[in-house]
């Protein structure tokens, strides 16, 4: 691991932190790996309950690809170059699909614009708070690009011509029309938003770890399912969350109109 990731846990919250802003938060090919390993790290880590993913400073969440020093870290190649080489597309993919089968709840905090390869790793979170002053661009195409993996979370969170506008045009989305194409959870004033986030991140260091696990892997499988056999799959998932200790003290605990305690069983 190096300094370009910082990485805090702190009352079940492990906080990640793209550590470049004098790169706008760009991603080098050490980033990308170092950010696959820590999630690894943290799901196998009880004491971790949820993950934050930000980016330091507020010039960018993350501005996608360091196109600078891509030549030698694999992430951009010449014409010609052997493909063994296009490491960066791979590795990116790769992190991308690892985000999205992750079993504890992740958390976006954008505090700066979100650009092209960092739309995928905001995308590719449960939740995303976001201030007012943000946006979010996928530029690709200024470059004689297109934003290709981008394009898989975004077709699975927008409407297919929200998301032609934004690719084809390049423009700048702000928060406001992002939160209402679905792009983003919540836009929160600048002057709340810290306590958004941190009060967010507290409730869902309190939710049942093991159920979540079992909820969020339920909801990845229903999104291939017919109705019929999504509600079969479902019920049988409940049934399931049902018999683990944490459901038994989630309603006792409403019943005895208290917080409940949960331990992850």
């Known amino acids: ?107 976006a905090r954008v505090a700066g614009p979100c650009l092209a390869g960092g739309l995928g790793l905001m995308l590719s979170c449960d939740i995303v708070i976001a201030h007012t002053n943000v946006f979010f661009c996928t530029p690709e195409v200024n470059i004689g690009l297109f934003p290709f993996m981008v394009g898989a979370l975004l077709q699975r969170n927008v409407q297919w011509k929200k998301a032609m506008d934004m690719v084809l045009t390049s423009r700048r989305i702000y928060a406001a029309e992002a939160e209402r194409m679905g792009l983003i959870s919540r836009v929160v004033p600048p002057e709340h938003f810290e306590q958004e986030v941190k009060q967010t991140l507290a409730v869902l260091a309190t939710r049942s770890p093991l159920n979540i696990r079992l909820g969020k892997r339920a909801f990845k499988k229903m999104s291939d399912l017919s109705l019929d056999s999504a509600l079969e799959m479902l019920s049988l998932a409940l049934v399931q969350a049902m018999k683990t200790e944490d459901a038994r003290e989630g309603m006792q605990a409403f019943l005895d109109k208290r917080t409940p305690l949960f331990r992850g069983n």
């Not at 550590?19 to 696959?36: M, T, V, W």
């Not at 196109?67 to 010449?78: I, Q, S, Y």
Request: hydrophobic share 40%; glycine share 8%; proline share 6%.
């Open 1 to 107: 691991m190096n300094s370009e990731l910082l990485y805090e846990v702190r009352e079940g919250v492990a906080l990640l932190t793209i550590n470049r802003p004098e790169r706008r938060n760009a991603l080098s090919l050490a980033l990308i790996q170092d950010l696959g390993q820590r999630l690894d790290e943290i799901e196998f880590n009880p004491e971790v309950r949820v993950v934050c993913l930000t980016g330091a400073g507020d010039k960018a969440f993350c501005s996608g690809a360091d196109l600078d020093g891509a030549m030698c870290d694999g992430l951009a190649a010449a014409p010609g170059e052997p493909e063994e080489k296009l490491q960066g597309p791979s590795f990116y993919a790769k992190l991308l699909t690892r985000m999205s089968t992750f079993e504890k709840p992740l958390l």
